[in-house]
């Protein structure tokens, strides 16, 4: 298996697309002739032309919204969000025109296209491109949200995306673009979505993450002195009810870590479920390892205590296992 | 403004078409507007959900759609269904989807139109997106999209004419200025003196055309389409026309515009002066009129009973035309619904 950085296994997923489709095009702010500002689409525009390789103007709803067009004729736009929150000015694009296309024209209408963003908070950023902001997508039916937690399956995960016949939002934890992993390539390296992995097996407790904390669970896992079973959602829609209802089922005790502020998360419906479908076997609340309800810092000190660390998880989770109660969070003075 | 047909039906200019197909178009205005009103009736009795009349912009819709190939892209929004129909959409099935039946958005493969837009102005980018994408595919269909005189007020007007302008796609942005936004006026609307002057802006010819005068209409939209097939870019024209009923059947227009404005409007009917027009050189008689009339019912009318005869959706066809392979939790409720339903429990 390469070894590679996550922005470039993003960038060969999608060179192999687009050599294995040719209906598959590239465009967004600065994806050509710069290859991308994280370098994710780095060598397209020399391989594959200008004409399925564009930068455009910097024109968030106008890009999102043609490629919304451009995929009912049949062509595959994968188009970039630089950073998720410029999502904002084209959120219409995404869930009320892209996702709901297939249902207002009984299936007739299809809109085969990937929206990939950049997300997340560890870069120095500051307040207004530092956001998780998943969370605007979950709830609007007719779109999947996926992401990468590393190059090892941004490769796989992004194949499936393109290939998909539906939107699909393909997020990027930004601070793991320079990270190195060993990446299975190939077309049959594809991850389907709405599968979970079990990227770790244990006994007392299961650790859902996602994205970016996929990494913070997987260290605490290796440091800690219980048996922790980690589970890398990989798509959160749809998200893999079966992977977590059994690791739960045997380990009995569920924690969730999400880089999102404490309330509204996604944390909360996975939450829900498992306590409704396993409120009898269950031996500790469940726990969820978030931020607090306020914006990303700047500085870099703030910035480190707001992100969910792996010493923060390992506290909080030795103390459920430890009590069988909650612990508070950090911002309440609990278990650091 | 261009007009080549005055109100009271004089030619001041060059037909830009022959009399068999101005007596062709002519009788799909009738046609058209026999449906707006059907539709109204309709949704006064319940039978139809909240309709958007298009009375008073005939010309403009039927005029510029006259002016596409069959296989020519169409992105259209709720108040365009002479256009649609116009570019082949099935009458029965525009009907459908004003009965709030999805089935209504799903026209045959070979029309190449969109579900009409309900929000305003979302739709105008997916234009500049199709055009872009045929010419990357090596075809020569061009895109038209329909939009109101409020939705140039909307950033994603400007966004879809920036993007169109640079890119250079063959996109055709058709504004019908029908003088109301529900109940804000053209002038309060925006500052400049005409829509048209907003394409100087971005790069492309701008064109104000009487949207009332089916000739002008006609003439001008086929200069935008046959610009946009060779290659050479977008227009934007501006229609201007007036909406001579509410802004939907939930609206009352007699709250905030004068009727005196109304009755002037209804002296320019896009219909009248081309039946002048036809009567003048010995295309119209009242017997052929009625006759007209009395098809264009019997057109209507079939639509209307093939649209209530489709069979009512079941409960479970909420989960279909969400994605092409459903995930596991969507097919497993569906299943289950079903299956209770078939026990006579659901």
Redesign the interface.
């Known amino acids: 298996m390469p070894r590679m950085r996550m922005n470039q296994a993003i960038a060969q997923a999608i060179a192999d697309e687009m050599r294995s489709d040719p209906t598959v095009?590239v465009f967004g702010e600065d994806v050509a002739e710069a290859g991308g500002p994280f370098k994710t689409t780095d060598g397209l525009l020399i391989e594959f032309g200008p004409?399925?390789v564009r930068d455009?103007?910097i024109?968030e709803?106008?890009?999102?919204?043609?490629?919304?067009?451009?995929?009912?004729?049949?062509?595959r736009?994968v188009v970039e969000i630089m950073f998720i929150e410029f999502l904002g000015?084209a959120l219409?694009?995404l869930v009320?025109?892209g996702s709901k296309?297939?249902?207002?024209?009984?299936?007739?209408?299809?809109v085969p296209m990937t929206i990939r963003a950049s997300v997340g908070a560890g870069l120095g950023f500051a307040a207004q491109h530092s956001q998780t902001l998943e969370s605007w997508m979950l709830a609007s039916?007719?779109l999947?949200v996926a992401s990468a937690s590393g190059a090892e399956n941004a490769y796989g995960l992004l194949r499936s995306a393109i290939q998909?016949?539906?939107p699909v939002v393909f997020l990027e934890p930004r601070r793991l673009y320079a990270v190195r992993g060993d990446v299975k390539v190939g077309s049959n390296a594809a991850i389907p979505l709405?599968q979970a992995r079990i990227v770790r097996s244990g006994e007392d407790v299961t650790i859902v993450a996602f994205g970016s904390t996929v990494r913070v669970a997987v260290d605490a896992a290796e440091q800690a002195e219980f048996s922790a079973e980690i589970i890398d959602l990989q798509t959160l829609?749809?998200w893999d009810?079966?992977a977590v209802l059994e690791s739960v089922a045997r380990t009995k005790r569920l924690v969730i870590v999400e880089e999102n502020p404490y309330s509204f998360g996604w944390g909360t419906e996975i939450a829900t479920k498992v306590a409704s479908e396993l409120f009898g076997d269950l031996e500790a609340p469940v726990l969820r390892v978030t931020t607090p309800d306020v914006p990303v810092p700047f500085g870099k000190a703030l910035e480190e205590r707001f992100l969910p660390s792996t010493s923060y998880l390992l506290a909080q989770t030795r103390y459920l296992l430890e009590t069988g109660t909650l612990p508070r969070p950090w911002w309440e003075g609990g278990p650091t | 403004m261009r007009q080549l047909l005055t109100p009271s039906g004089d030619l001041v200019g060059e037909a830009p078409f022959g009399l068999d197909l101005c007596v062709r178009l002519y009788r799909a205005m009738v046609v058209a507007r026999s449906y707006d009103r059907k539709c109204v009736a309709l949704q006064k009795q319940g039978r139809l959900a909240t309709y958007a009349p298009f009375e008073g912009q005939e010309a403009a819709q039927i005029g510029s759609a006259a002016a596409l190939e069959p296989d020519d892209w169409m992105v259209a929004t709720y108040r365009d269904a002479a256009a649609m129909w116009a570019q082949g959409y099935p009458m029965e099935l525009l009907v459908a989807g004003r009965t709030g039946d999805e089935r209504g958005g799903s026209p045959p493969d070979h029309v190449n139109v969109l579900p009409p837009s309900i929000t305003v102005g979302g739709h105008m980018v997916h234009a500049v997106g199709l055009a872009w994408a045929e010419r990357l595919q090596g075809s020569s269909r061009i895109a038209i999209t329909y939009f109101g005189d409020g939705a140039t007020s909307e950033g994603d007007f400007h966004e879809a004419l920036n993007f169109a302008g640079v890119y250079g796609v063959g996109c055709v942005f058709f504004c019908q200025n029908n003088g109301w936004a529900i109940s804000m006026p053209r002038s309060a609307q925006t500052a400049s003196e005409t829509i048209a002057q907003k394409a100087i802006a971005y790069g492309m010819p701008g064109v104000q055309v009487d949207g009332n005068d089916l000739f002008a209409v006609y003439e001008v939209t086929r200069q935008a389409v046959e610009r946009a097939r060779a290659g050479e870019g977008p227009t934007l024209i501006e229609a201007v026309t007036y909406r001579l009923g509410p802004h939907t059947t939930s609206d009352d227009p007699g709250r905030y515009r004068d009727a005196g404005e109304v009755e002037e409007w209804r002296r320019r009917d896009p219909l009248e002066r081309v039946r002048i027009f036809l009567s003048e050189r010995g295309r119209w008689d009242p017997e052929w009129q009625a006759e007209v009339e009395e098809k264009a019912a019997r057109e209507v009318e079939r639509a209307v009973e093939l649209a209530e005869s489709l069979p009512p959706p079941a409960p479970g066809d909420v989960f279909g035309g969400m994605f092409e392979s459903p995930p596991r939790h969507l097919r497993e409720q569906q299943a289950t619904l079903e299956l209770y339903r078939a026990a006579g429990e659901g």
Not at chain 1, 101 to 110: D, I, P
């Open positions: 095009v004409n399925r455009t103007p024109s709803m106008g890009f999102l919204g043609a490629a919304v067009g451009a995929a009912a004729t049949g062509l736009p000015v219409d694009q009320t025109q296309f297939r249902y207002l024209s009984a299936g007739k209408v299809t039916p007719g999947k998909d016949e539906d709405g829609v749809p009810r079966q």
